[in-house]
């Protein structure tokens, strides 16, 4: 069942906004496969998605009184996956960036790229060869239905920057998948 | 007669996504080469949109749940709200009735001694200020972007974390001037979480 589908009731959710833990719980409970794929798609391991899943429902608990009513929580407690996820992989960025002194495109610094496949590769496998932030602007847009205003801000860039990113990930799959 | 170049990855993607001009979407009707890419980036999209989802690791909620316990408990026994403002009215009433006993040391008595005093009654009732000020923005409150929610976590688990150590410091009669030098600390980061908030809605209000 797709996450944008899942109807909680609107009492639940009130009880929720008025810090009621199991309440919070049942929301947990509903989002949670769907907050801890995001983190997986887009930070690419298990590790950093748990971490996505866990600061994703402390935020929400602690944030739920704010949530207003004017769009649905799948979108909100989403909005909230995606800030953690994308905070985790700009500190993952700068520790990077910093143990190799400074000075590589940050887009491409997280983890060496291993060398080029010799023969065609799965769809999995290539989005986990991609850089992270490629890959997460390649998640958001073609997956998650972000646009690129969305991503740009999201990520606290422009519009043509997701634009480009879009671009790579697909140039980098083609070569990849083919 | 002019012949087209051959659609670039962002002519492509833009003609799958619905922004493309009339005549790239023309172009890759006809050419053997632009149709086939094109279908290829929409098949992807499919597959990517197929790819099987992982399951959740099961201890996650209790950890969440005890975080969320452990906070409500900081904020519980912190200074501030509720229990500043019953100190407050506390020391009303002492002020009124006068002392009706000798000072015992409870921690109400503490509160009002700490609330009212010349040194750091000032600082403290900032930050009440700076506590209501917020009362006021956190309704509008959502998460913008990365910088912006990553900011005010820090500040908001600084101000948890200040909270905590003036409850140790006064539990270990600390001396004034660190107390003072702590209340200075929760007051800057309160005001830095109030001017982002305040950014935060200026912006809102421009969109």
């Known amino acids: 069942m797709r996450a944008d589908t899942l109807a909680l009731a609107s009492a639940e959710v009130a009880r929720a906004r008025a810090g009621d833990l199991e309440a919070l719980e049942h929301i947990y409970r509903a989002y949670q496969a769907p907050v801890y794929n995001l983190g997986r798609r887009i930070c690419g391991n298990e590790e950093d998605a748990e971490d996505v899943l866990q600061d994703t429902f402390l935020e929400v608990c602690r944030s739920i009184g704010r949530f207003r009513g004017d769009g649905s929580l799948w979108s909100w407690v989403r909005r909230v996956a995606v800030s953690k996820a994308l905070m985790l992989l700009r500190r993952e960025r700068y520790r990077a960036a910093r143990s190799l002194d400074g000075g590589a495109d940050l887009s491409e610094t997280v983890g060496r790229r291993p060398p080029e496949p010799t023969a065609p590769i799965d769809l999995e496998t290539a989005l986990g060869r991609l850089a992270p932030l490629t890959r997460a602007v390649l998640w958001l847009h073609d997956v998650e239905g972000y646009t690129h205003e969305e991503i740009g801000e999201a990520m606290g860039k422009t519009a043509s920057f997701s634009k480009s990113q879009l671009s790579r990930a697909h140039q980098r799959l083609r070569e990849w998948l083919e | ?207």
């Open chain 2, 1 to 207: 007669m002019a012949v087209m170049r051959h659609l670039g990855m962002d002519e492509l993607l833009a003609l799958r996504d619905g922004e493309a001009t009339a005549l790239a979407r023309a172009h890759a009707e006809f050419c053997e080469t632009c149709g086939p890419e094109l279908e290829r980036l929409y098949q992807i999209r499919s597959e990517l949109r197929a790819l099987p989802s992982f399951r959740p690791p099961r201890e996650v909620w209790p950890r969440v749940a005890e975080k969320v316990g452990r906070r409500r408990l900081r904020r519980r026994l912190a200074y501030g709200g509720l229990g500043l403002a019953a100190a407050a009215a506390l020391a009303g009433l002492v002020v009124l009735r006068g002392p009706l006993r000798e000072p015992a040391a409870s921690p109400a008595d503490v509160w009002i001694a700490e609330a009212t005093s010349t040194d750091l009654g000032p600082v403290i009732n900032r930050s009440r200020q700076l506590e209501t000020l917020l009362e006021v923005y956190s309704p509008q409150r959502r998460v913008y972007d990365a910088p912006t929610a990553l900011a005010l976590s820090a500040l908001e688990d600084r101000i948890v974390l200040l909270d905590q150590i003036l409850l140790e410091s006064r539990a270990v009669g600390a001396d004034r001037a660190l107390l003072r030098g702590l209340w200075g600390e929760r007051v800057q980061a309160l005001e830095q979480l109030v001017s982002l908030q305040a950014v935060q809605e200026e912006n809102r209000a421009w969109r």
